[in-house]
C-alpha cells in the first residue's frame, strides 16, 4: 500500500528561486524514508508541499488518500510534523503545550496524562513541566517539540532534523524510539543532511540537490553508487 504519492511536483518562489522541479516518487506503508541532500536541495520546501503549507506551481502529491494541494486540512489532521527550527508555544509551559495539543488531536485526558508522562520521563523533562517554553534551553524546546509530534501516534510522520539541538544520549534514546515506532508498520518520512543519521534509521533514501530528485537508493546498497556519495559529503553542508 502506498501511504504517499508524488507526482512532477514544481515549486518556484516569488523571487525566482526554483525550489522543487518535476519532483516524483512513493512511499509505502510502514516505510522509513530518508529525504537526504545539502542545505538548500529543496528537502523543507518538499516536507511543506507534502503537507499541505504551500501552493505548488505543478504536479500532484496524494497523502493518505488526500490531495495535500486541495486538501491540506485534511493531511495535517491525520499526520505527524516536527519543523526544522521551530520552537513550542513560548507562552505555554510544556504541561500546557501537551494539554493543547490533547485537545487539538482529541485524546482522552487519562491516555493524555498517560503518554505526557511517559514522555517526561523518557526526555527527562519532568523538572521542566512547569517551567515556561521560552525559558527552556533550544535542546529542552526540541525535546517538547519531539514528544508533542508523537502524542497522537500518526500513521504518518514527517520529521525535519529532529535530532538538532539534542545531546549525544537523548539522540541515541529518540533513534531508538523512531526504529520501535516504525516497526509497528508507521510512516517515517526523515529530512536531514546529516548522512550518517539517515543511513542509519532509514531503509531507502531520496537524494535531493538544487530542487531535484536525482536518485533514490535502498541504504544497503549506497556504498554502491561513489556519484550520490561524493556529491554529498564533498559539501561543507553536509555531515557524514
Known sequence: MVDINVNKISKTYTNGTKALEDVSFEIDSGEFYGLIGVNGAGKTTLINALTGQIKLDSGEISVLGFDASTEGE??????????????????????????????????????????????AERLDLVDEMDSMNRHLSRGQQQKVLFAGTFLHEPEVVFIDEPLANLDPIIQEELKDYLREYNNKGNTIILSTHHLEVATELCEKLGVMNNGTMIGEHNVEDLDSHDDIRELLTNNGDLDE
Not at 485534511?74 to 516536527?82: E, F, H, P, Q
Not at 490533547?102 to 511517559?118: A, F, T
Open 74 to 119: 485534511k493531511v495535517r489532521a491525520n499526520v505527524g510534523i516536527l519543523p526544522e527550527k521551530e520552537s513550542p508555544l513560548s507562552f505555554m509551559t510544556p504541561e500546557e503545550y501537551f494539554d493543547f495539543i490533547g485537545d487539538v488531536r482529541g485524546i482522552e485526558q487519562k491516555e493524555l496524562n498517560k503518554k505526557v508522562n511517559s514522555w
